[in-house]
């Protein structure tokens, strides 16, 4: 019930909300949450048991040796590599 005091006006949270309080948002979101939960575990579930235990690569996928150093660079550190234009 509103209530005026001179400028003063009180009332109620329902009255100044201009609804009523009943918490349905509350259980829309728990409802949500549960059921994307349940979403996304029957998504990992079945693509865990649908994958195969040990896939093969493909032969393009495949790497048999390690990538070499750009040029100039040295593949073991703290070796000092030898200079270029030195002649023996």
Do not use: C
């Not at 048991?49 to 040990?54: K, S, T």
Request: negative net charge; without cysteine; aromatic residues 4%.
């Amino acid at each position: 019930m509103m209530i005026k005091h001179g400028d003063d006006v009180e009332m109620s949270t329902e009255e100044a909300s201009g609804g009523q309080k009943r918490g349905i948002v509350r259980y829309v979101l728990a409802i949500s949450l549960f059921l994307a939960l349940v979403a996304m575990s029957i998504i990992w579930i079945t693509g865990a048991a649908l994958a195969p235990d040990n896939p093969t690569p493909a032969p393009s996928e495949s790497v048999s040796n390690p990538a070499e150093p750009p040029a100039g660079l040295d593949s073991q550190p703290g070796r000092q590599p030898a200079p270029a234009n030195q002649t023996q």
